[in-house]
């Protein structure tokens, strides 16, 4: 009879323990969710930091660039939260005359929505924007980090920032300044035209009126990549050249990369150009036929002739007839460059 009761007792204490151990395990893990919540949860519009990895060519006349992720608890954290119930957005990164340019974020709301729910210029607790930029000194990049909030702030207190245009640095005309494109607009602006266009100051962090700012135009004059077929020929083959860069198209079989120059002759380039968003760049301020031929190039198994049934247009040619070329030096015997 004794030990029965023993046994009553000892299933009512590991009943009482189990709902305890439920009871805390329910406490603690709503208290994890609610801090996780906090931390994280509410942060609809999330964009991770990214650095810059990169490797010169040719000397300093060329650099192969990648972008990788900082990672963090919170970029680990926020990823999860973002492969759940948040959008894919894409960070501002972008590269010119010599800047590495990038933007992220962590925000409650969209502020590309401004006119709905994002009226502020202060951050609530938790939020930030900032806008890191690299510069190249030498071979080595200096790093600067602004802070979007506060230099809308300083530039005027009754505007919002909506978003930092990914359409390039500008350089200035009068000056060695370069500069980002940010749109502002009034706080409780109900009306689309009041966004308006302001400039970035890259070296100091601060903001311009459009007015105040003038870009050099991308220059046109001795493209010979876009005024003959040399681009065509190119792009059909899945690699994309311009006169400032050199980058790989959705369509470019990518298993073919090792066969290339690059695959058998530059390793750490190679290695670049497999990481996220890479590109080759070219620094030269003047156009430089053997520099591009080189770059371009690389993406093919050794001996190719990236300039094999070039069309020069009747337009650009020297002597008014169209001429179909096979090698750079064709191209500067026939073809003529732009007057200005």
Not at 51 to 59: A, L, S, T, V
């Amino acid at each position: 009879m004794k030990s029965k009761k023993i046994t009553k007792w000892k299933s009512i204490v590991i009943a009482l323990v189990l709902i305890l151990g439920f009871v805390g395990y329910y406490i603690w893990d709503n208290c994890q969710k609610g801090q996780f919540q906090e931390n994280y949860g509410q942060y609809t519009y999330y964009v991770p930091e990214y650095r810059p990895n990169y490797k010169f060519f040719e000397g300093e006349k060329a650099i192969f660039y990648n972008w990788e992720v900082v990672k963090s608890e919170e970029q680990r954290e926020m990823t999860a939260v973002e492969s759940e119930a948040v959008p894919n957005y894409d960070s501002i990164m972008t590269f010119g005359h010599g800047y590495f340019v990038n933007s992220y974020m962590k925000l409650k709301n969209n502020p590309k929505q401004s006119l709905y729910d994002f009226n502020r210029n202060i951050p609530e607790k938790g939020e930030y924007w900032r806008l890191a930029v690299y510069k190249l000194v030498g071979e080595k990049l200096e790093r600067k980090e602004f802070d979007v909030f506060k230099m809308v702030r300083s530039f005027d207190d009754n505007l919002v920032p909506s978003e930092i245009d990914s359409i390039g640095i500008g350089r200035g005309t009068t000056s060695e300044k370069k500069y980002v494109r940010i749109i502002l607009h009034p706080k409780h602006s109900e009306n689309d035209e009041d966004y308006k266009v302001y400039f970035i100051d890259l070296d100091e962090g601060k903001i311009l009126p459009a007015d105040k700012v003038k870009t050099d135009k991308l220059s046109t004059k001795n493209n010979f990549v876009s005024n003959t077929s040399f681009y065509d020929n190119l792009a059909k083959k899945g690699v994309s050249v311009s006169m400032t860069s050199v980058g790989l198209n959705d369509t470019y079989p990518r298993k073919n990369l090792k066969k290339t120059v690059l695959g058998q002759d530059y390793p750490e380039l190679y290695k670049i150009l497999q990481g996220y968003d890479s590109r080759v760049a070219f620094l030269n301020e003047e156009p430089d036929i053997k520099l591009v031929q080189k770059v371009a190039e690389l993406f093919f198994p050794p001996g190719t002739n990236v300039f094999e049934n070039v069309t020069i247009p009747a337009k650009y040619s020297v002597d008014g007839q169209e001429h179909v070329i096979n090698s750079a030096e064709e191209l500067q015997k026939y073809y003529k460059e732009e007057e200005n």
